[in-house]
């Protein structure tokens, strides 16, 4: 059985909407600025990717009672565009929704925490009432009434693959119908003084795959795909923009936060996804990296590339330096830019690149370019050592 | 797909391994897990950077490993509802006190929900499928369907599956303003019947070795899961259900009496010839007090109680081969384990 795409929704630094994200990546604008919307002794240096829209525009744009989260407002945006760009019209299928999220409700957590560290009985208990993941999710998920199943996945930085996995497994072992699935995070306090903490954010905008890499940029946003069955798809006479054909999820089990120095938790996950979509390295088009910009990852995902595809390695570029590394979010944008990449038949390109890494030679794509595109691979990796690796095909029935 | 429980590692306020069963005492409103001596599990420099989630999560899974007499594991699937808070709670009040400087990161490190799952495969060596689930209470049960699914495709793999929560003084201070907990002067276990006070919060974990394949080690069997959002209906049990034939409802409640006899009610009308059982006084009450009922509901169809009485259950000499956990956390959600004994 197939698992189709037939609706995508993203909201990111580079844009509020499928087209707006394709024309930056086509036009080489990226979105990384001084962090200006969070209070701290960050703000008007550090450079990330934040989404320029506040969260009582969102609020009322979605017509919402109440104060919900910034993650839940960015889910909801990516989601709503999703749905309405699906095509679905029956209303008896079962809907289910998994997201991914790592900081969840933090960013109005850590509002509450300083006046409830001083009292416990101080801060308004709104800012906490959607600390939790789930919570987020519920919100999402009420508001699209995509509620038939609703989860949410915390894998670190790979929450959002892991998401789009977990989807295409209902609706293969028929809990749902339609499952709406990627991620979304908020930029936080907390995920920027940790980055920070770990010396690896980069005081400038990110080089990702890059010799003189020296860390990367935070970012926020929201992307999902819309998966049907065969089932739906015909009943709704829909086209499939693009199947999900294959997909990796393995473990490094070398270090908390650190990659394995030969990349054989993300080799693993990328050999997964290609035997599981039942093709060769050399069918692989375009690779969308995790490529977040630290020494680290680039190195030991550059190394697992050149394993894994010898001579054979396609067009690869991180996209995060136009959008900045969105954790738990990552994994949901990027395969909406992998699914315009077959939809567009193009590829991306990797900004601020001058220099190979010496040890890999890779040297990605640099500019936009439009080229056959017939399968796409999408990497996700995470602390604790989550490694995920995920294949998105054209549809070639009937071509 | 059905899941077979090989081995059972769980950590919890009561104990679980003995032949008797008896209800712990709470701490004002609280119930704490009796934890065991830890360097008999992990490396001295290992525990001196671990939160409780963590040493708890891990030793219950090593346990599971030994119980089971395994070497290693295929996969390692979690679920958790609030996660790592007291790494997250440690981290936020560092970023307050020094105001964005010279933090340590080792709070932040071990603040992701997937800590728990990652440092089990670190520690295994296990680099297959791992997965965290993180969706409130039922991050356990969505753990298991993962664990289906998975077997489905690789029937021969051996899993670890687990659910796994921490109790935070600040968490429980957060909570009880929701008024989520009973008065905590009133002192004293939860009740077995028509508990009107409020939860007695609780914590736990609780890690499963896991098989596609029935065995000579197979303590009990998981036939299927099915979670709940909002109001449960007797349809939704009857239709999830089939006409099964169920010994034992084992019940988690959340301190709501009237709430509590509906269910009851409800489960009576649904199955007149099964006994009603409660759990949640024994564990107290988390997003993942779940994984704790699968385990006391696994040792029970593995008839290793002299009697049940601490869980209310009267009808002595029966046979107890099927079991539905149903479990309530607060009003927001609901879930059914259906459980057989092998």
Known sequence: ?399 | MRLYIDAIGTIAPCQLFGDKLEVPEADGNVLKCIEPDYSAWISPQSIRRMSRILKMGTTSALMAIRQASLTEVDAVITGTGYGCIEDTTSFLTKITELEENALNPTPFMQSTHNTIGSLIALLLQCRGYNQTFVHGSHSFEHALLDAMFVLDEQPALKILIGGVDEWTESSHAIHSRFGKYRRPDIDGSMTLVNESRGAVAGEGASFFAIAGRRSSVSKSMIESIKTFIGPIKAHDVSSFLNDTHVDLVLCGFSGNARIDQEIEKLMAAIFPHAAIGRFKHLCGEFTTASAFAVALASRILANSYNDLASIGYQQHGNPIRTILVYNRYFAESHSLILMRAC
Not at chain 1, 6 to 21: D, F, K, R
Not at chain 1, 125 to 150: K, P, Q, Y
């Open chain 1, 1 to 399: 059985m197939a698992i189709h795409i037939t609706g995508a929704g993203v909201v990111s630094s580079i844009g509020h909407n499928y087209e707006q994200c394709f024309n930056s990546l086509v036009n080489g604008s990226h979105g990384i600025k001084p962090l200006s919307r969070i209070d701290s002794r960050f703000a008007g240096s550090l450079p990330v990717g934040e989404v320029a829209v506040s969260n009582e525009m969102m609020t009322s744009q979605f017509g919402l009672q109440k104060v919900v989260t910034r993650t839940a407002l960015l889910g909801i945006h990516a989601a709503a565009e999703a749905v309405q760009s699906a095509g679905i019209t029956g209303t008896n299928w079962r809907k289910g929704f998994v997201s991914g999220t790592t900081v969840g409700g933090m960013d109005r957590s850590e509002f509450f925490f300083p006046s409830f560290l001083k009292d416990r009985e101080a801060g308004d208990l709104r800012d906490v009432v959607h600390h939790g993941c789930g919570s987020v999710t519920n919100v999402i998920a009420e508001h699209i009434g995509f509620t038939d199943f609703v989860t949410t996945i915390n894998t670190a930085c790979s929450s959002s693959v892991n998401a789009i996995i977990y989807a295409s497994k209902l609706i293969k072992h028929g809990i749902v119908d339609i499952a709406l699935a990627g991620g979304t995070d908020a930029l936080t306090r907390f995920t920027i003084n940790g980055f920070k903490s770990l010396m690896i954010l980069d005081e400038e905008p990110c080089r990702p795959f890059d010799a003189r890499r020296a860390g990367l940029n935070l970012g926020e946003g929201a992307g999902y795909l819309l998966l049907v069955s065969d089932k739906v798809l015909e009943a709704e006479g829909l086209v499939s923009r693009g199947i999900i054909t294959g997909f990796g999820n393995t473990n490094d089990a070398y270090h908390q936060t650190a990659s394995s120095p030969d990349g054989r938790g993300s080799f693993a996950a990328m050999q997964e996804a290609l035997q599981a979509a039942s093709i060769s390295p050399g069918d692989v088009n375009y690779i969308n990296l995790h490529g977040t910009g630290t020494v680290n990852n680039d190195l030991s995902e550059g190394r697992a590339i050149n394993r894994l595809f010898n001579d054979n390695v396609p067009a690869i570029s991180s996209t995060k330096s136009f959008t900045g590394h969105t954790l738990g979010a990552c994994g949901g944008i990027e395969a909406v830019f992998s699914l315009m990449a077959l939809e567009r038949q193009c590829v991306f390109g990797n900004l601020r690149f001058t220099e190979p890494i010496h040890e890999t030679g890779l040297s990605p794509q640099r500019e936009f370019s439009a080229r056959p595109v017939n399968h796409v691979m999408s990497n996700s990796f995470g602390f604790g050592g989550n490694c995920s690796s995920i294949i998105l095909s054209r549809n070639m029935k009937g071509q």
